[in-house]
């Protein structure tokens, strides 16, 4: 059901149309190349978290840490001095609805380019 807030991807997500065989392999390979890119900008440990599947500890540029969980929108946390997240934050980028087949992992990617190049812009555009 869709949560009502204007230009919500995952809202824009729940399209069910019927995929070919042919789209459900080239979404599966957009998938695992979007996973290899979201390793390679994550140190050794993220690295390993993400493979165990738990979420990302990002340190932005002005400081802050931030777990970042799988997922489109809602899913980055500040964490305060104990690890504990304590806000939440919905910043995805922008989004063509109807695209359900743009990777989880490049959205995260873009999360953690903006956290870490400027946090400051991050804070202020997310809501």
């Known amino acids: 059901m869709p949560c009502g807030r204007p230009h919500c ?3 824009a997500w729940t399209d069910q149309t019927p995929r070919t065989e ?13 996973f290899h890119v979201l390793a390679a900008i994550l ?7 993400l493979e165990s ?13 931030y777990a970042v969980q ?11 001095v104990k690890g504990q997240p304590f806000t939440s934050y919905c910043a995805h980028p922008p989004m063509i609805a109807g ?10 990617v873009a999360q953690i380019l903006a956290i870490q ?5 991050f804070l202020r555009v997310a809501c």
């Open 99 to 108: 695209t359900r087949d743009v990777p989880v992992q490049v959205a995260m």
């Open 22 to 34: 042919a789209q459900q392999k080239e979404a599966g390979e957009y998938r695992e190349k979007a």
């Open 53 to 65: 599947g738990k979420h990302l500890v990002i340190t932005g540029s002005h400081g802050g840490r």
């Open 9 to 11: 991807v995952q809202c």
């Open 43 to 49: 140190d050794e440990d993220n690295r390993a978290r």
């Open 70 to 80: 799988t997922g489109y929108s809602g899913n980055v946390y500040r964490l305060d």
């Open 117 to 121: 190049t400027d946090e400051i812009e």
